[in-house]
């Protein structure tokens, strides 16, 4: 039996070591391991180069095969590890089992071994502020000290709608106001809201939220951040990109996504979206729906639109539509300039014609000129009794046809009277028959 082939037989050679290099050239996610007292930190001595690669030991919910898990392994360089070598005599086969926080005093000195060559970790990070002489683990996870860290103060501080971005809150749509149609009785303003606190409090409130040691922090390199905070009262979930972006859920449930760039949604299924309260939706930019098939509204109270430029509407764009209304109560409506409309002058419809039915009273006051023009016939009847006609007029009163005759028929007298000369003109004959006929 040869012992060099079955780990342990050969004896057990623990090491702790340094990082200096992660860029495997397998790809298998190995780093390159200085390890006390087996190496000096001598670079000219042991190069980086010239270290052994360790293998990274994962645990038994990570399988580390053919893409599954989590890979590759998250150690950097300058991070201090824990392992042993499967190899006791050789000490060429390293195996990391973990790693080691502590309180870094200095930052790396890219002179010496036992650092990161690149003399990034330890030092001030960018997008935390985390620095030398502090704790490794994140502030984010160690209660007060979560406020001084750079994610958070720009969360706070870009808060949408507390007086950043948008002036007063964000504006909920409002009722319309119309003079003599509308049942309000005063012009309304907008009410207006804000994106909610960060962590769920504001920043003087530093209780039940992210207290260490409950606070579960996974921070990547360039900022990303995944937070399960499991303090008592303030449980909540944070899943947040490094631009800003991010989706939290605080303690009593209320949930917050925010988008700082362009969002997209793509569902190639149903969706089904059920909301007990209310839904406000503002958007300070342009607004398109597309719906390819049907579109039904259903609304169990009032609907009211607020429209401050034009609205424009177009029923049987793809050819020939229909709109069918029913009002059950009354119609009002108050416009302030000029009606225009046009019924039936495409060629191309088959009904051309406008039926206006009113089971009541027909009135209509002018203020201008009142002109009715027909290229066919026009008749004005009543079903009930015609009691009196009256036209008025400060200037002239025409009747007058190209072809066919006028009549005038009174049921008992006819009177015709001028201030002024009566004139009576015909190219041919005028008849005039009576019983009785007076001359002044």
């Given amino acids: 039996m040869n012992e060099n082939y079955f780990m342990g037989l050969d004896g057990f050679a623990w090491f702790t070591g340094v990082v200096e290099n992660r860029n495997d050239p397998a790809k298998l996610g190995r780093v390159q391991v200085r390890c006390l007292g087996y190496h000096t930190e ?28 989590n890979s590759p392994s998250f150690l950097t360089e300058g991070t201090w590890v824990i392992g042993f070598f499967r190899d006791a005599n050789e000490k060429q086969q390293p195996v990391i089992m973990g790693s080691l926080p502590g309180v870094p ?23 935390s502020y985390h620095t030398t ?41 409002r009722k319309p106001f119309i003079p003599s149609v509308s049942t309000n ?33 996974h921070e990547s390199e360039s900022g990303h951040i995944q937070e399960i905070d499991d303090t008592p009262n303030g449980e909540r979930l944070l899943t947040q990109h490094k631009s800003g972006t991010y989706e939290e859920i605080v303690a009593d449930g209320t949930k917050t996504i925010k988008v700082v760039g362009d969002n997209y949604e793509m569902v190639i299924g149903s969706t089904n979206i059920f909301i007990q309260g209310d839904v406000n939706m503002t958007t300070y ?21 607020l429209v401050y430029g034009n609205e424009q509407a177009k029923i049987g764009a793809a050819g020939n539509g229909n709109l069918e209304e029913v009002v059950m109560g009354s119609h009002a409506y108050n416009i302030s300039g000029a009606v225009k409309g046009s019924v039936g002058t495409d060629s191309k ?92």
Avoid at 106 to 125: E, H, L, Q, R
Avoid at 399 to 408: M, N
Wanted: aromatic share 6%; proline share 4%; charged share 25%.
């Fill in 185 to 217: 009785t005063t012009e309304t303003e907008n009410e207006r809201y804000s994106e909610p606190h960060p962590r769920g409090v504001e920043i003087t409130d530093k209780t039940n939220t992210g207290v260490y040691p409950f606070n579960h922090v």
């Fill in 285 to 305: 930019g342009n607004k398109r729906e597309f719906v390819e098939k049907d579109y039904i509204l259903e609304v169990g109270g009032d609907f009211t639109r």
């Fill in 133 to 173: 002489g502090e704790s490794d683990v994140s502030r984010l996870a160690r209660g007060e000290n979560a406020e001084s860290h750079k994610q958070l103060i720009e969360r706070r501080k870009n808060r949408f709608g507390a007086g950043i971005n948008v002036a007063k809150g964000i504006v909920k749509a």
């Fill in 42 to 69: 001598d670079l000219i001595d042991i190069p980086s180069a010239d270290l052994p690669w360790a293998h990274v030991m994962h645990p038994v919910t990570d399988p580390a095969m053919q893409g599954l898990g």
């Fill in 349 to 440: 419809l088959d009904s051309r014609d406008y039926d206006l039915n009113i089971g009541g009273n027909f009135t209509t006051s002018l203020g201008g000129d009142y002109l009715t023009t027909s290229i066919g016939d026009m008749l004005l009847s009543t079903a009930a009794t015609l009691k009196t006609v009256s036209l008025d007029s400060t200037t002239m009163i025409a009747a007058s046809t190209t072809s066919g005759k006028i009549a005038i028929i009174a049921g008992t007298s006819l009177d015709m009277k001028s201030t002024g000369k009566l004139s009576i003109n015909s190219e041919e004959e005028v008849d005039i028959d009576g019983e009785v006929i007076n001359l002044n």
């Fill in 105 to 127: 005093a200095n930052v790396a000195d890219k002179t010496k071994g036992f650092n990161d060559p690149s003399g990034k970790y330890p030092s001030t990070i960018e997008h």
